[in-house]
Structures are given as structure tokens and as C-alpha cells.
């Protein structure tokens, strides 16, 4: 393998030319959180997947596995408490499914992005 590399003259010194791969994959709202959970308390992992060029990868995984998650916590939680009619409550629907929504979340947030 033939790599070469550029250098920046800095004052006196010679200074490599270094830049990690851009991957441009979506990241949504579980994937961002992941991210701030692995800068604030897994500080070598983050370091690690940011080093590899895997972090973003990583993320976007975590985005799409969690909401894989939520939507199939939501099915079996509709499954064993069945909502009102929307049409006659509009608003009890709301708030159960609000709160059937929450349940699920918390269960990812749990065991899968907090992990």
C-alpha cells in the first residue's frame, strides 16, 4: 500500500496533512443523543469511533435500530391497551397514545442509547 503525505509548514516545523473520511449518513434524534451520551460518559469509545470514522455509521445504526424499537414497543402496547375512539375522543386518544409514545421512548432511551 502507497500512501502519500502532504505537510504545512508551521513556523519551523512540518505538519502532516491528516483528515478523517466524511461520511454523509443522516442522523436523526436517537442517534444525536447517543452522540451526546458517548462525548459526556463513554469519552474512549467516542474517541475511538470518532478516530475510526465509524462514530457516524454507529450513530445512524443507533437512530434507525431505535426506531425499529419504539415502533414495535408501540404495536404490542396497543395490542395490550387499546386506545379510545378517536373520533368520538379526540383528546383521550391523544393522550393515550402520547403516553403510550413515552413508555416505548423510555424503554429505548434505556437500553439502547444510554448503554
Known amino acids: 500500500m502507497n500512501m502519500e503525505l502532504t505537510y504545512t509548514l508551521h513556523g519551523d516545523y512540518l505538519i502532516p496533512d491528516l483528515t478523517l473520511p466524511e461520511e454523509a449518513t443522516p442522523i436523526g434524534k436517537y442517534g444525536m443523543l447517543r452522540k451526546t ?11 475511538s469511533l470518532m478516530l475510526s ?16 424499537h419504539i415502533e414495535q414497543i408501540m404495536a404490542k402496547l396497543l395490542q395490550s391497551s387499546p386506545v379510545p375512539d ?12 402520547n403516553s ?12 439502547l442509547i444510554y448503554n
Open 86 to 97: 378517536k373520533a368520538t375522543d379526540p383528546l383521550g386518544w391523544t393522550g393515550h397514545m
Open 53 to 68: 470514522g465509524k462514530l457516524n455509521s454507529h450513530l445512524a445504526e443507533i437512530d434507525r435500530t431505535a426506531k425499529e
Open 100 to 111: 403510550l409514545r413515552h413508555s416505548a421512548e423510555e424503554t429505548v432511551l434505556a437500553e
Open 37 to 47: 451520551y458517548l462525548k459526556n460518559h463513554r469519552k474512549g469509545m467516542y474517541a
